[in-house]
């Protein structure tokens, strides 16, 4: 039997299967949870004696034993008294109707547990005295304190969370207990220099970072039910009040005034020191235990980076592992909610959020924790887009795809074939007083559906080269990292450089029906994958070094994974600029510690990309045939 034909054979049953599941979960709600559930709260004791909140879910039923479920965030378990009840349990409304034990807990130094918090706890390979602690032993004392203490389990542990929980899964899993079979960090921070969050390439992301730190950063002195910081933008219009603040400096002087501790570090360490170092948890990912299920979004603005590291550094360092990666066509964390058919403009003609949580997420843990579920996970659950389709890949990158080069060419043109020899180059100005936009939509904080949204408004600038094929006669589909390899040359001494691969639709294509958004898919350019990096970190990040001035130097760095198919009749294209703001703050194109830069070491700057010979310009690619 073909391979194909096995694998929707298998499918319609598990779809099947699923239907019925996701029906029965439609009654899943706040009164079914207090009729089936009882709520305990516990103050769990850590080893250095700190003592961790802890909300404790038991099912009502006593005929048989249930495996314990748990996430540990810093973003509440609320709602706080044992008679105030969560609508569902666990990553689904699946989970609460299947039954589990569910544990929500505050982490050290959040909310209602004690202690203090430190963001993204850096793990001691090597505990020096009994009572030193980090995430990974707060989750191993938190499960044997559990194991001795609530009645009715079977034995087995599983640990799941989506972004900064992400992370806590992914720290708990390591020296982990033998009660914790199953852990599945979903959208989890791993590196917050290199690619997660805060900074890409050592480019600070600023509106997500400065969104998020002027109100999670407050200090929070003694364990509280209420946590609240609003803040005010006084404008809908992110780029303008990204602009108009000016240096990053002004952040801390005009909106934070010196109450986000966390800001101050991130001014403070503008190199990949060893602050950044030790909050890398890709090091730490070894000989691991239980079985791992790393989920992430291919349009997750946050942490996309995140969780094709957590997998890779998985499988390199610990390849005894049961390790299992699930990419599908999300935003951060949508996997977890919703229908998941569609992304802004972009539409994927089915409900892979549905489909996740019904048939992979919930099978997944059913096998481990209880052994039910599906047997034939594949290592890779692998959303195509373009064709729309799920796909089971025995390795990722798949094992056969073939590296190719697309080579940057004079006049806009893009293609496999090289350029002849000489010192072509294409030009433009990069004047930080005017960035070039991450969106064309007025929002003062990062647009969820950037990742998938036209790219005409840039086209259409000077400061943005375009470079595109011709119509394509057949299916070109790309699957692993894009890798970038510019040769650039400036007339600063610092600039970024952003690379942006597009697919650009059939001017005759007609528009959806209906309509929802207005959109017009004719000539449409849909983000694939973009991403930025500082040329002054183009040989180390640990010790940047300037730009010559006019002088051609090679830039290169990788782009985040793809899985996508470029169809009959559309285009490849590639898109370079040097800024892309408010997403990334803007660099001076001067050589500086930007967290300290004047206005008046602001400078435009003369930008060339070399399309030929010795200085060709291109990405390698990964193609399936």
Known sequence: MPNRTRFLLVLIGVLSAAATTALSAEVVGLEYTKAHYTKYEYRIPMRDGKRLFTAVYVPKDKSQAYPIMMTRTPYSVRPY????????????????????????????????????????????????????????????????????????????????????????????????????????????????????????????????????????????????????????????????????????????????????????????????????????????????????????????????????????????????????????????????????????????????????????ELNWFERHLKDKGAKDHPEAWIFHTGTNEWHRYDAWPPQQAVKRTLYLKAKGGLGFESSPKGDVFEQYVSDPARPVPHTDKISNIMAVDYMTADQRFASRRTDVLTFATDELPEDITLAGPLEVDLWISSSGTDSDFVVKLIDVYPDDLADPNPNPTNVRLGGYQQLVRGDIMRAKFRDSFEKPTPLKPNEPTRVRFTLQDVAHVFRPGHRLMVQVQSSWFPLFDRNPQTFTDIYSAKPEQFEAAAQRVYVSGDHASHIDVYVLP
Not at 104 to 118: A, C, F, K, L, N
Not at 204 to 212: D, S
Not at 250 to 271: C, I, P, Q, S, Y
Request: hydrophobic share 35%.
């Open 81 to 360: 008294g044992a008679d105030q009840y969560r609508n569902d349990l666990g990553p689904s409304p699946l989970f609460t109707k299947e039954g589990y034990i569910f544990v929500y807990q505050d982490v050290r130094g959040r909310w209602m547990s004690e202690g203090h918090h430190e963001n993204m706890r850096p793990h001691l390979a090597r505990k020096a005295k009994p009572t030193d602690i980090d995430e990974s032993t707060d989750t191993f004392d938190t499960i044997e304190w559990l194991i001795n203490h609530v009645k009715g389990h079977n034995g087995r542990v599983g640990l799941y969370g989506i972004s900064y929980p992400g992370f806590y899964s992914s720290a708990g899993m390591i020296d982990a207990h033998p009660a914790l079979r199953a852990v599945s960090p979903q959208a989890p921070i791993c590196d917050w220099f290199i690619g997660d969050d805060w900074h890409h390439n050592g480019a600070l992301h600023l509106t997500h970072a400065f969104n998020f730190m002027v109100k999670f950063g407050r200090p929070r002195p003694e364990p509280t039910k209420k946590f609240d910081y609003p803040f005010e933008h006084g404008t809908p219009d992110g780029y303008d009040f990204f602009l108009r603040m000016g240096p990053l400096a002004k952040a801390n002087l005009v909106h934070m005034k010196d109450e986000v501790a966390f800001w101050h570090e991130l001014m403070r360490h503008g190199t990949y020191d060893e602050f950044w170092k030790a909050r890398n948890l890709r090091p730490h990912l070894q000989d691991i235990r239980p079985a791992v299920m790393t989920v992430g979004g291919w349009f997750d603005a946050e942490n996309l980076f995140g969780a094709l590291e957590t997998y890779r550094a998985v499988e390199r360092q610990s390849p005894q592992t049961n390790n299992t990666l699930v990419m599908g066509p999300w935003s951060h964390g949508g996997w977890a909610r919703g229908d998941g058919d569609r992304l802004g403009d972009a539409t994927f003609n089915s409900k892979t959020s549905e489909f996740y949580r019904e048939t992979i």
